[in-house]
């Protein structure tokens, strides 16, 4: 989806549908510094609705200590991810959600998860002149 992300080897993506338990989709994303996205698939469309990032780093370059499975799984405008997927899901007739993650910081690449999103968010927003729905702000 975006052409700045296909350098990342290490990445993956999951799905998470009405019933499932968001710590266990996400068991298999590494609690490294990246950055994600989730898809919105509704009423036989796919949607772009968020583009999120993990990872903050600190002076000294050591990072804290959110990253991607946490981040995944933390929350979102004050409520646990799971239980706002779930209203998400009711609110919006949501079949289910796609998301894609992708290390920006190892051994390979040194890319700070907020320059990547911020490039990412760039692009979503040349594209449409909005965020993501589920962005409030940048």
Same mark, same amino acid.
């Given at each position: 989806? /975006? ?12 799905? /998470? ?11 298999? %994303?590494?609690?490294?510094?990246? %950055? ?11 949607? +772009? ?7 903050? %780093? ?9 990253? +991607? ?8 405008? !004050? ?5 706002? /997927? ?9 079949? !289910? +959600?796609?998301?894609? *993650?992708? %290390? ?29 729905? *589920?962005?409030?702000?940048?």
């Amino acid at each position: 989806m /975006f052409d700045e992300l296909t350098k990342y080897e290490n990445h993956g993506h999951f799905f /998470f549908q009405k019933g499932n338990l968001l710590r266990k989709q996400s068991h298999d %994303v590494p609690n490294l510094p990246g %950055v994600y996205y989730i898809l919105r698939l509704a009423r036989g469309k796919i949607d +772009l609705v968020y583009i999120g990032k993990s990872g903050t %780093v600190l002076q000294n370059g050591n990072f804290k200590d959110q990253l +991607l499975r946490n981040r995944i799984n933390n929350k979102q405008e !004050g409520i646990k991810r799971q239980q706002y /997927f779930e209203q998400k899901m009711v609110q919006e007739a949501i079949n !289910g +959600l796609d998301i894609y *993650w992708f %290390v920006t910081f190892d051994k390979q690449h040194q890319d700070l998860p907020s320059s990547v999103e911020g490039q990412i968010m760039q692009r979503y927003f040349d594209q449409y002149g909005c965020l993501p729905p *589920w962005n409030k702000e940048f």
